[in-house]
């Protein structure tokens, strides 16, 4: 297959190119910048916008992939969030549009979008039919209802292109662990192996998540299964607190203690890391309900498992060659 991978240079686009390569595809990757491809990949220059010639490249390809989109690891700013919305529906349209156009379109078109969509909840989990949308829980800090609205808007821009013969999914993926370096994964393990792996506010909060290989393997499923369309969320069948979460991954460090951090130690710490609090305590209880219906079986249905084979690659991944 030809796939086509729109903002594939950052964290997740070098997962999934080198992957999708290394199953024997043509992979073509549209960037706004001069980066290294990935083994067995190529790359196109786009401006995210408009229209160009990269649009060539849309029509007789089997599947586009779009990841485009600031990267949500950031101080929440006003300017940092509308540079969020604007390239995520930007490229959204632009390449609903190369698509309309096509002479040959593809027959798939998956649309990266967020399980940070779904409401902030300690209760049930939310699927893709049950599950409550965010943006207007009474508990939570106003602004977290703009990364709901900034999902809202991403999806929307897919869901009204106007493109008939090709099939759309939009992906609600939730946190994902990767023994590749600058991801959340890596972050979270440097946390820890300083001592500062503990729970944050009382870590009561539902982390979602979903492995590497899962998300690999979820993306060549979607591919093949043109029964699904519509949201579909990409997240392990096992949600877990915060503080069973970093449990479970200092035991897989082999760290014995984590410092427990209050709310106001979190707003300093992500001050620090130019980040924002939203990721570490905002409750996502999010579960893969069309996948599992669908019959996709997960690799890493729970954490701790999933834990030791992501630190034991990590380590793989620092030890000198040779």
Request: glycine share 10%; proline share 8%.
């Amino acid at each position: 297959m030809k796939i086509v991978i729109p903002g594939g240079t950052g964290h997740l686009g070098r997962v999934l190119g080198r992957a999708l390569a290394e199953q024997g595809n043509e992979v073509v990757v549209l960037t706004r910048r001069e980066t290294r491809p990935e083994p067995g990949t190529r790359h196109v220059r786009w401006d995210g916008r408009g229209p160009g010639p990269w649009t060539a490249e849309i029509d007789g390809s089997d599947v586009v992939l779009n990841l485009a989109g600031r990267s949500v690891n950031c101080r929440y700013t006003e300017a940092n969030l509308r540079e969020m919305l604007n390239s995520r529906v930007d490229s959204a349209r632009v390449v609903g549009g190369a698509i309309a156009r096509a002479a040959r379109p593809p027959r798939v078109w998956l649309q990266m979008s967020t399980a940070t969509i779904y409401a902030h909840t300690f209760a049930a989990p939310n699927d893709e039919t049950t599950g409550v949308l965010g943006g207007d829980e009474p508990d939570v800090p106003a602004y977290w209802s703009t990364s709901v609205d900034i999902a809202k808007a991403w999806e929307r821009e897919q869901r009204l292109a106007a493109t008939p013969d090709t099939r759309k999914v939009a992906l609600r993926t939730a946190m994902v662990m990767s023994p590749e370096p600058g991801g959340a994964l890596a972050m979270l393990l440097r946390l820890t192996r300083l001592g500062l792996g503990g729970p944050v506010a009382g870590g009561g909060q539902y982390m979602s998540w979903i492995h590497e290989d899962d998300l690999i393997d979820a993306i060549g499923f979607l591919i093949g299964h043109e029964e699904l369309s519509g949201p579909v969320n990409l997240a392990a069948p096992e949600p877990l607190p915060y503080r069973d979460f970093l449990r479970a991954l200092r035991s897989a460090a082999g760290v014995p203690v984590g410092l427990p951090a209050t709310k106001w130690m979190a707003e300093l710490g992500a001050f620090v890391l130019r980040s924002d609090t939203e990721l570490l305590l905002k409750s996502r209880r999010v579960i893969p309900g069309r996948l599992r219906e669908a019959g996709f079986e997960f690799r890493y249905p729970e954490w701790p498992p999933a834990a030791e084979d992501l630190v034991r690659r990590s380590r793989e991944a620092l030890r000198p060659v040779g």
